[in-house]
């Protein structure tokens, strides 16, 4: 949680080895993944402009990872099919994206992610382009998702979406972590004027 700026993507685009770190290590499960390529990481990201490729299907989108893998067409059809259905976007399969909402363009992006079954999902402001009604909707699957065993980190700096979703939170200001715990733990008690501040304190 954070600011406009503050180094919330930049966090993210570290761990998924997008940019390497000056100093310090990036430990996944144990396992330091500092100097790990990106395909070797299990780290997936959906960028806050969802990246999906505008002349491709919906099915296109998701099934891309795959078969960049050359894995075979019956495997694809059926992982497709599976989270097409995780993400309640199966009846959109053979439309092409530019066609998509935001709401659905997001869904598409994070079908396209989970299929290559991360070990940790990184998302950058998924909800920040959508409405109230659709907002409470992308949040259910967020948390089913979290429920199914997918680790998530979700930056945010919108201290609502916050609270309703983490379990843990870490609150970034100026490149820095300056409070980090579980949701009750920094809000309630809040470790200088900053962090109050989004508490409303």
Same mark, same amino acid.
């Given at each position: 949680?954070?600011?406009?700026?503050?180094?919330?993507? =930049? $966090?993210?685009? *570290?761990?998924?080895? $997008?940019? %390497?770190?000056?100093?310090?290590?990036?430990? *996944?499960?144990?396992?330091?993944? @500092?100097?790990?390529? #990106? =395909?070797?990481?299990?780290?997936?990201?959906?960028?806050?402009? !969802?990246?999906?490729?505008?002349?491709?299907?919906?099915?296109?989108?998701?099934? !891309?990872?795959?078969?960049?893998?050359?894995?075979?067409?019956? @495997?694809?059809?059926?992982?497709?099919?599976? !989270?097409?259905?995780?993400?309640?976007?199966? %009846?959109l399969l053979d439309r092409n994206t530019e066609k998509l909402s935001g709401s659905e363009l997001e869904r598409d992006a994070i079908a396209?992610?989970? #299929? @290559?079954?991360?070990?940790?999902? *990184? /998302?950058?402001?998924? /909800?920040?382009? $959508?409405?109230?009604?659709?907002?409470?909707?992308?949040?259910? *699957?967020?948390?089913?998702?979290?429920?199914?065993? =997918?680790?998530?980190?979700?930056? @945010?700096?919108?201290? #609502?979406?916050?609270?309703?979703?983490?379990?843990?939170? &870490?609150?970034? %200001?100026? &490149?820095?972590? #300056?409070?980090?715990?579980?949701?009750?733990?920094?809000?309630?008690?809040?470790?200088?004027?900053?962090?109050?501040? !989004?508490?409303?304190?």
């Amino acid at each position: 949680l954070g600011r406009s700026g503050a180094g919330k993507t =930049q $966090l993210l685009e *570290l761990i998924a080895g $997008l940019e %390497h770190p000056d100093k310090g290590s990036i430990i *996944l499960d144990d396992e330091n993944i @500092t100097k790990k390529r #990106i =395909q070797d990481r299990k780290v997936g990201i959906v960028f806050q402009d !969802y990246a999906v490729f505008p002349h491709m299907t919906v099915f296109g989108n998701i099934s !891309y990872p795959l078969r960049s893998r050359n894995e075979d067409k019956k @495997t694809i059809a059926e992982k497709v099919e599976k !989270y097409a259905v995780d993400m309640n976007i199966r %009846h959109l399969l053979d439309r092409n994206t530019e066609k998509l909402s935001g709401s659905e363009l997001e869904r598409d992006a994070i079908a396209r992610t989970l #299929i @290559t079954s991360p070990r940790l999902l *990184l /998302l950058d402001e998924p /909800l920040s382009s $959508l409405d109230a009604s659709l907002k409470d909707d992308m949040k259910r *699957l967020l948390r089913n998702l979290n429920k199914a065993g =997918q680790t998530i980190i979700h930056v @945010t700096h919108d201290y #609502i979406d916050a609270i309703s979703l983490a379990k843990r939170v &870490g609150v970034i %200001h100026n &490149g820095r972590i #300056i409070q980090e715990g579980s949701v009750d733990e920094v809000f309630n008690n809040p470790s200088n004027r900053f962090v109050a501040r !989004y508490a409303g304190i």
